[in-house]
């Protein structure tokens, strides 16, 4: 008994062998395109993230701001440079007055814009002088606007709203903004 066995002819082969390698090539050329947006997503996400964290902090010691324990004299908060810089002090160890700046459990810390870096200062007296430091690295991160606008509604205690921009050094097309508000109770 003679079985006839059915395959593929050669002409099937060489046709699905064509529509693979087409198909095989479009992918080829659609995956480094793919790789590169979810690299940007990825780094834009980072971005974000850090300034989340950078906010955090900032509104942190906003709401602590006036907090004493006692008797303390001397400005709580100070805007400075247009909302650009802030001073905060608060009775962090609870001993009743504000630490003096010069003391080595200084109450004090100021975070300014300067040269696309948010810096900070433990002991800041002034938006002004050396001393301070990055919170960000100007090589990866720079800060286009750091701003903290205060609120003040009658019968309320103050609310501010601080506003960090900024861009990566590898794609400054493509700012991340983040904005957050707290309520000073102490003040």
Not at 1 to 22: D, H, K, P, T
Not at 53 to 77: D, F, M, N
Not at 114 to 141: D, H, V
Request: proline share 4%; hydrophobic share 40%.
């Amino acid at each position: 008994m003679l079985v006839r066995q059915r395959g593929f002819s050669l002409a099937e082969v060489l046709v699905a062998l064509a529509i693979g390698s087409m198909l095989l090539l479009s992918t080829a050329r659609f995956l480094p395109a793919l790789q590169g947006a979810v690299l940007r997503q990825t780094q834009s996400l980072a971005l974000e993230d850090e300034l989340w964290q950078r906010v955090i902090a900032v509104t942190k010691h906003l709401q602590r701001a006036g907090y004493c324990r006692g008797a303390c004299s001397g400005q709580p908060l100070v805007l400075g440079r247009e909302g650009r810089c802030v001073l905060v002090q608060w009775d962090a160890n609870g001993n009743g007055r504000w630490d003096p700046a010069s003391s080595a459990a200084a109450e004090q810390i100021g975070f300014r814009l300067q040269n696309t870096a948010l810096e900070t200062l433990r002991g800041a007296t002034s938006c002004e002088g050396k001393g301070w430091e990055r919170l960000t690295e100007p090589a990866s991160i720079l800060v286009q606007d750091f701003q903290i606008d205060r609120y003040q509604h009658p019968g309320f205690a103050p609310e501010f709203t601080v506003t960090l921009t900024a861009v990566l050094t590898r794609y400054p097309g493509q700012p991340a903004t983040v904005r957050h508000s707290v309520t000073g109770y102490n003040l």
